[in-house]
Structures are given as structure tokens and as C-alpha cells.
């Protein structure tokens, strides 16, 4: 019970836990006849009736929250009409007065009116504050908490003005989204965004393990080989007992050091050390099994929170399609000529074909076209597959060959110079990086021959394929290292597999970012899963995406045109982040998880050594709690289990999105209602098809109360 | 924060930076980039925040509205006299309109003042019209561009009065996943 509770905190038992939570607290209704909501239809409902409650007592409140509103749906009626204008603009100040400095804000940059207009309102808001707080009793203590609030805000405002000022690659994301629009431009952005987020977790890394482990060497001083060039290309060598590996770190707690006449002697069954009284001690072990978990459970929790996630899901496929291209498909951004010239033009053709759809409907396609068109799909995917699965046996059968060969090596009197064999070890990744480079070329020609409704299936069906290579290269890979490597390391000689496996982890990265610069997803997957036995990882991935930003840019802005086929790119960012990521983050999690319950630490290296399982120094820590506080022993044993997260997530966007088409259904049959009641003086013959629409949207609201009973019976839970 | 500058009093920037979505340097910056559009006519000086409107002729000369085809649209809406002289305000005002940071609600307010040439609080076939013909550069026949109005006009409007109002325009909008991303320009 105790391991569960241990490892379920470190992976998102947090992020599932409170989305069962929100769901059950927004959806499930509670027990009538006991708890503190019954007689409630949802539990949200009675934080609901406070706010009335208090809307009630104090009726600003629910103008406030109306007037925003109203400013956003009647946005011609402020400046139209001057009577009325006064008193709309005495009530706009006046909401504004009653607003926090955050509320106010927002509601002022919401605002559509012109920036004179807002600068009068903020002024005179401020002003009759000012005023309305002289004449207010403030008792001491919430006026110092207004202080702390207004200072809090003031330093997050400064450090958020910091970071934009840093501008990182402002001036060349300007030129690319000149010049080739917002598709090309979001895979730059997403290579600034995967930068952040590898410094935030080297920062981490780095103040959590690195920097202890570097400020208090371990006792034994390592044995320093001579530095020659390879080193930076292999890993090995020089580099081996270094802060790079996980077999350089200790695994005992960490003191400051003492003056010797303060110190004292401590001696236990197994070994005699010098203790300082009371002087800061870090557990190493404990802080590396944290900072590992504390890492992807950060990571989990930036990629579900993601802005670019909800922004752009489609709901309503059907209607309006051309009115969406005539005014949503202009990009403003684009300025370079050539470019303004091109997505003209493809704007236009566009426009024509939907028109040319639209007035001849769609043809019927003959059963034997889409026959034949199966038929090619099929032999295209066939391909893909058969090479997929040719190269994951290749690469296994290599491995082999390889792990063979350093069996061979390490039992035979003779050795080979070392450097011979260090070179040797760059053969796994450049056979990897080969097909990585080889393989998508063979997807795109299999590509070539099908044929596609729209570019932007094509790009996904490209993806997926690529996707899926990647994924079963790199579970081959994964199988090689925690299979064969870690499961007998003595027989390849080694002392330290988990070193071993973090060069690996380094040579990949290195040799993937000469050979396939257009491939980020592998080096994603080889540092999450290499940041447990490589902690400088993220360094070295931060380098790369620095350098392949500039590459990246310089190939785009010297060899390619705007695309000729514009294709909907509002969606790519979240394809980006979803396909890439998460299949990415999920593998790295489990083999990280596999790695720390599964796998037997070396003896003789890393801050996991003479431990069963790297799990046990977490186990170890909280027995230790418990043995000093016993009341966590309950806590312990009431752990919460998570229930599925996929499924909660999931029932809740399909009760949004049925929420979402049924207002918009809604509103619509409002608008005609409204008119048909307009309608009422015209002609009888109008009238009649007014008539008839009228009936077809009353019947539409029938469809709407039907489902939406439908849903409230079906609801999950009962 | 710190920088000595003498273009704007504390309290201005503080009023801009509260009232749009820029930050105090941005801020610096659109103001070097509106003097450069008329170094003679903009004073570097801007404490007593002075009456100077640069005209329309010299903004769309701007490297991010030089080839944009509702450019005039655009400067003519964020102009208080309606005829596309702007001030700095105005200036600063549409570039925070249709910045990154900027909400939905906000930007399909302005998005449909835009559209409505006649600015009748309408958007009409006429209006509809206009635009297309921009879009396309003269590319469609004039009965394509009809029917395009025709069809666009039966799509969107909801009340059946052959015109959208900004309901009928916001219903549409709110289904175009593309709308943030493309009405975005980058200063």
C-alpha cells in the first residue's frame, strides 16, 4: 500500500485526482438524505447560491457582472447615442471603481473603446476611489493585507515585464511570419516554446541535484583520464566520473563542511564518518528521486494546462464555410509581396472550388474509384508498415550484434585501445539516425501516389506515419538498454549501467542533431527519459534547440517559397503539442516508472546503490516519517486510489461540447423568433416561408430540450 | 523601471500599460516606430501629450499594412475622425486590438467595424462586396463575386434581413477556429 501511495504521488495522481473531483463536484448529484449538499442538485451549486446570496446583499455585484457584458454585445451603443451616453459612462465608472486592480484591468483592455476614452475612465474610477477610501474606516489589518496584495501584484507584473522584454527571437519569428504565414511560423514557435520549457527544467535539475552534488564531491577523488576530442561526441572518457552521470552522485546525506574540532565521530555498523552538529544535511538520494518525479509531474501538468490546447477545436464543421473564408482566411501577418501575392491567389482558387462544390454538390463517386482509391491507400500503408516493422527488427538484430561484441570484448585478454572502442559506440546511433533520416523519405514517395481530399490530411497521415516509426524505433531501443543492458550488466564489464545507458542517452542526442535536423520528436522522448540518468541532459538539448532554431531558420528563409497550397494551420500548434509531446511524454513516463520499480541499481555507483529498487529511497524516507510522527500512518493507509482520468476528461468535453451546440442552436431559434415577430406586417407569401422556418427551428428546439433531458438521464455516476 | 526616458510621464505609460496590452518598452517602441512615419510632424516630447495626427498615407507605408488590402479599412477604423488621421493613441490603440494577447470578443468587434465600409452597423451586400473583390485582387468575374455575396449572405444571416448584424457575424466568427490566429499582426 505504502509503494502505491508513493509512486501514484509522483506521477499525476494529483492531476487525476482533481479532475474526479471538479467532475463530481460539477456533474454528480449528491445523496439526498445525507452530506452537507443534499437536497443540492450539484454540489457547485451551493458556492452557486452564495454568490447570489451575496449578489442579493449587494446588487453592484450583479451589474458589474452584466455591464461587461453588455459593453461586449452592444459595443456601437456606447459612442452612438449621446443622451444616454453620460449615464451608461457614470455606470461604466462606477463598476470600474467597485473592481479589484487585476478585474479592472482586464475589464478596462476588453473594452472596445478608443484609448482616450479608457484613459478618462481608468482616471476618474481611480479618482473616485481615492475619494470613496478617505471617507472609508479601514481597519489596520485588511489595509495592510491591500498593501501586501497591491505589492504582490506590483512584483508580477515587473517580472512578467522582465521576460517579455527578453524578446527572444522577436525579430526573426517577425520575418518568417512575414514571409511564409502562420503554419510555418507555428513550428518556430513551438521550438521557442520546447526551449522554455528545457530551461525551467534544467533550472530545476540543475539547483536540485547538480549544484549540491558539484559544491560536495564525492569522497574518493575519480580517477581523471586524459580529455581528448571524442569525448564530446561519445560521452565517455573524460566525462565519465563527472557531475554529467548518474554514477558520479553520492548516496548518503550531504553535509556542510565543519571546522574539525566541532565535528564528531559517528560510527555505525557499517561505517565510521564525521558528523557536523547541526549544520544544513541534504538527503541525496531522496532529492534525486523527487526532482526526477517533481520534473515529469511538471511537465504532465504545463502540457494538460496548455494554452494552445482548447483554442482550437473545431465543433461545427458544416455550415458557413465560405463566409469563414471570405473573412477569416486573410493572415495579417504575412507583408513580404511575393507571399501577399501567393495567398491571394490561393484564396481565390479556394473560393472557386467551394463555389463550383456548392452549386453542382458534391459528385457521387463511383463505387470503383473509391475502390481503386482503397486499394492504393492499402498499399501505401502496407509499405509503411512492413518498413517499420523491417527497421525495429534491423535495429534489434544490430543491437545484439553490438551487445555481443562488448560481451566479446570484456571477457578477452587482449583489449582494443579504448578510444577504439568508444568510436565503436557511435555505430548504434548513426545506424538509428540513418533510418530516422532514410525511412520518412521512402513514407513521402508511398505518399506521392495516394491521393488526398485536403493538405492538411495529408500532413497527418505524414505524421502519424512518422510517429510511428519513431515510436517502435525507440521502444526497440528502450527494450536494448533496461532489457539487455540493465538486466546483466557484468557482462559487458560494467560497474555503473546506469552511466553507461546516460552516454548512450548522449551519444543519440548528439549524433540525432547531425544527422536529422528536422527531427525533434526522438530528441524529446531521449532526454525525458535520459534526464534520470543523465541530469545535464536538458543542457545539452537547450544548445541544440538554440542551434537548430538558427539552422532551421536559415534553410526556410533560403529555400522555400509560401506554401502553394494553404492548408488550416490554426490547429497545428495543437498537433504539435499533442502528437509530439504527449506519445513522447507517456513512453518516457512509463520507462522511467519501469526503470525506478522494476530495475536493480548498480551496487557500486549512483545515489541508488546497495538499494533494492530506486523506489526504496522514497519508501525509506516516509518509513522514517512515520517511525517520528505516527499519526501519518493513518494518512497513509486511507490513500486515495484515482479513478480513470481519460474517462472523467473525456465525459466532461462531450458534455461541453453538447452544451456548446445546444446554445448555439438556442440562439439561433431566439434571433428567428425575434424576427418572425418583425415579420408579422410583411406580405402573406413571405409570412408563409417565414412560417415554415419558424416550425423548422421549433422543431430544432424540440431536438435540443429532448437531448438535453436525455443527457440529464443518461448522466454517469448514477 | 528604472530607464531615464523623457518622452512620456510615469502616469502616461502607466495609463497605457494598464488600459492596452503592452508593456512599458513596447510602448517606447510604437512611439519610435510612429515618429518614424513623420519625424517632422511627431515631437519627441510627449509629456504634454500633444494634438498631432499623422495622416492616412503615411501609416499605410508601414512595412505590416503596406500590403494588406483592407489596410485603409484598418486605419480608418482606429482613427477618431473616421478618415484614417491618427493619433498616437489610435496608433497604439490598433496595434493592441490585434495583438497576440488580445481576447475574441475584442477583436471581432473591431474585425466587423472593419468590414462594414458604409459603417452602418451593417455588414451589406455592398460591404460584402468590397471585401471580396480586395481579398481577391480582381481575380473573380463579377458574376463569381455575386454569387459568392448570395451564398455567404444565406450562410451567415440569421434574421433574414440581407444584411449581418454583429450578431449574425459573431455567430459565424465564433465557429472559425483560424479567427485569432490570422487577425494578428506582430509589431
Keep these: 500500500m505504502t509503494t502505491v501511495f508513493i509512486t501514484l504521488l509522483c506521477i499525476p495522481s494529483f492531476v487525476g485526482a482533481s479532475v474526479c473531483v471538479t467532475y463530481t463536484m460539477w456533474s454528480i448529484a449528491p445523496s439526498a438524505s445525507c452530506g452537507p449538499f443534499r437536497q443540492l442538485k450539484t454540489m457547485i451549486q451551493a458556492g452557486k447560491r452564495w454568490v447570489e446570496e451575496l449578489e442579493r446583499v449587494n446588487p453592484n455585484l450583479s451589474v458589474l457582472a452584466r455591464a461587461h457584458s453588455y ?41 472596445p473603446l478608443s484609448l482616450g476614452v479608457k484613459s478618462e475612465l481608468r482616471q476618474e474610477a481611480s479618482q473616485q476611489e481615492r475619494q470613496t477610501q478617505s471617507t472609508r474606516q479601514i481597519p489596520c489589518c485588511s489595509r495592510l493585507k491591500y498593501y501586501i496584495i497591491i505589492a504582490a501584484r506590483h512584483g508580477w507584473y515587473s517580472w512578467l515585464s522582465f521576460l517579455h522584454s527578453l524578446q527572444l527571437w522577436q525579430v526573426a519569428l517577425k520575418r518568417v511570419s512575414g514571409r511564409f504565414g502562420t503554419g510555418v511560423l507555428s513550428y518556430f514557435i513551438f521550438l521557442k516554446t520546447l526551449l522554455f520549457f528545457n530551461l525551467f527544467l534544467f533550472l530545476v535539475t540543475g539547483a536540485f541535484l547538480v549544484l549540491p552534488q558539484v559544491v560536495h564531491p564525492p569522497d574518493p577523488p575519480p580517477k581523471n583520464l586524459l580529455f581528448t576530442g571524442l569525448e564530446l561526441l561519445s560521452g565517455a572518457g573524460y566525462f565519465t566520473d563527472t557531475v554529467m552521470y548518474y554514477g558520479y552522485y553520492c548516496n548518503y546525506t550531504l ?132 518498413s517499420t516493422v ?69 500532413t497527418y497521415v505524414a505524421i502519424s506515419r512518422n510517429l510511428m516509426l519513431k515510436m517502435s524505433v525507440l521502444g526497440v531501443l528502450c527494450y536494448h538498454w533496461l532489457g539487455r543492458v540493465a538486466k546483466s550488466p557484468e557482462l559487458i564489464g560494467l560497474q555503473c549501467w546506469e552511466t553507461f545507458v546516460g552516454q548512450e542517452f548522449y551519444r543519440f542526442l548528439i549524433i540525432d542533431f547531425i544527422f536529422t535536423l528536422l527531427d525533434t520528436l526522438f530528441g524529446e522522448f531521449l532526454w525525458r ?101 505516527p499519526n ?46 418583425h415579420e408579422q406586417r410583411r406580405t402573406p407569401a413571405r409570412k408563409l416561408t417565414r412560417l415554415k422556418l419558424l416550425m423548422e427551428q421549433l422543431l430544432l428546439w424540440k431536438n435540443w430540450t429532448s437531448s438535453s433531458l436525455e443527457v440529464t438521464r443518461n448522466k454517469p455516476g448514477d | 523601471m528604472g530607464n531615464k526616458q523623457t518622452t512620456f510621464t510615469d502616469e502616461q505609460l502607466e495609463a497605457f500599460q494598464d488600459c492596452t496590452f503592452f508593456t512599458r518598452k513596447e510602448i517606447l517602441r510604437l512611439h519610435g516606430r510612429y515618429r518614424e512615419l513623420a519625424p517632422h510632424l511627431v515631437p519627441l516630447d510627449y509629456t504634454n ?77 455592398e460591404d460584402l462586396r468590397q471585401t471580396l473583390v480586395k481579398l481577391t485582387k480582381g481575380e473573380l468575374s463579377a458574376e463569381e463575386v455575386s454569387l459568392v455575396c448570395d451564398k455567404v449572405m444565406e450562410e451567415a444571416d440569421l434574421d433574414g434581413d440581407t444584411k449581418l448584424s454583429f450578431s449574425d457575424f459573431e455567430n459565424m466568427i465564433s465557429k472559425a477556429p483560424d479567427f485569432l490566429s490570422n487577425f494578428h499582426i506582430r509589431i
Design chain 1, 71 to 111: 459593453l461586449v454585445e452592444h459595443p456601437f451603443s456606447c459612442l452612438s447615442e449621446p443622451a444616454s451616453f453620460s449615464s451608461k459612462r457614470e455606470r461604466l465608472v462606477n463598476n470600474l471603481q467597485n473592481l479589484s486592480v487585476g478585474d479592472r484591468e482586464r475589464m478596462l483592455r476588453g473594452m
Design chain 1, 255 to 386: 553535509h556542510s563542511t565543519c571546522k574539525d574540532h566541532e565535528a564528531y565521530i559517528i560510527s555505525t555498523a557499517n561505517e565510521t564518518r564525521l558528523e557536523c552538529p547541526s549544520k544544513l544535511s541534504y538527503n541525496m538520494p531522496l532529492a534525486y528521486f523527487f526532482t526526477i518525479g517533481a520534473s515529469f509531474f511538471i511537465t504532465c501538468i504545463i502540457l494538460v494546462m496548455s494554452k494552445s490546447f482548447g483554442q482550437s477545436f473545431r465543433i461545427d464543421k458544416s455550415h458557413s464555410i465560405l463566409a469563414m473564408k471570405v473573412f477569416c482566411s486573410w493572415d495579417f501577418k504575412v507583408s513580404k509581396k511575393t507571399s501577399v501575392e501567393l495567398m491571394s491567389e490561393n484564396i481565390c482558387t479556394q473560393i472557386k472550388e467551394l463555389l463550383a462544390e456548392v452549386n453542382h454538390k458534391m459528385k457521387k463517386k463511383k463505387a470503383l474509384e473509391v475502390l481503386w482509391r482503397a486499394t492504393v491507400h492499402g498499399l501505401a500503408w502496407a509499405i509503411c508498415i512492413a
Design chain 1, 390 to 458: 523491417g527497421c525495429a527488427f534491423g535495429i534489434y538484430f544490430f543491437s545484439e550484434y553490438m551487445h555481443k561484441n562488448l560481451e566479446r570484448e570484456s571477457r578477452s585478454i587482449t583489449k582494443e585501445k579504448p578510444i577504439v572502442v568508444e568510436a565503436s559506440m557511435l555505430a548504434l546511433p548513426v545506424v538509428v539516425s540513418v533510418i530516422n533520416l532514410l525511412v520518412p523519405g521512402l513514407f513521402n514517395a508511398a505518399a506521392w501516389m495516394e491521393d488526398y481530399d485536403s493538405p492538411s490530411f495529408r
Design chain 1, 529 to 629: 527519459l535520459g534526464v534520470l540518468f543523465t541530469p545535464i541532459l536538458p543542457a545539452v538539448q537547450i544548445i541544440k534547440l538554440f542551434l537548430l532554431f538558427y539552422i532551421k531558420k536559415g534553410s526556410v528563409m533560403m529555400n522555400c517559397q509560401a506554401p502553394r497550397k494553404p492548408y488550416r494551420v490554426s490547429q497545428m500548434t495543437t498537433v504539435f503539442i499533442t502528437l509530439l509531446c504527449i506519445p513522447s511524454f507517456v513512453g518516457a513516463s512509463v520507462c522511467v516508472t519501469y526503470t525506478m520499480w522494476s530495475i536493480a541499481p548498480s551496487a557500486s555507483c549512483g545515489p541508488f546503490r546497495q538499494l533494492k529498487t530506486m523506489i526504496q529511497a522514497g519508501k525509506r524516507w516516509v518509513e522514517e516519517l512515520e517511525r517520528v510522527n
Design chain 1, 632 to 677: 501519518l500512518r493513518h494518512l497513509s493507509n486511507n490513500h486515495l486510489l484515482p479513478q480513470s482520468v481519460v474517462d472523467g476528461q473525456r465525459k466532461i468535453i462531450n458534455l461541453l461540447q453538447e452544451q456548446i451546440q445546444n446554445e448555439g442552436d438556442d440562439k439561433k431559434w431566439l434571433i428567428t423568433r425575434l424576427q418572425s415577430i
Design chain 2, 49 to 125: 501629450s500633444p494634438d498631432i495626427r499623422v495622416p492616412l498615407a503615411l501609416i499605410v507605408t508601414m512595412p505590416e499594412l503596406k500590403e494588406n488590402p483592407f489596410r485603409d479599412r484598418i486605419v480608418e477604423t482606429f482613427s477618431e475622425d473616421g478618415d484614417g488621421n491618427q493619433s498616437f493613441n489610435d496608433f497604439v490603440d490598433m496595434f493592441s486590438v490585434l495583438c497576440e494577447a488580445s481576447p475574441r470578443a475584442l477583436k471581432t468587434i473591431y474585425a466587423f467595424k472593419i468590414y462594414d465600409y458604409n459603417r452602418d452597423n451593417f455588414i451589406c451586400k
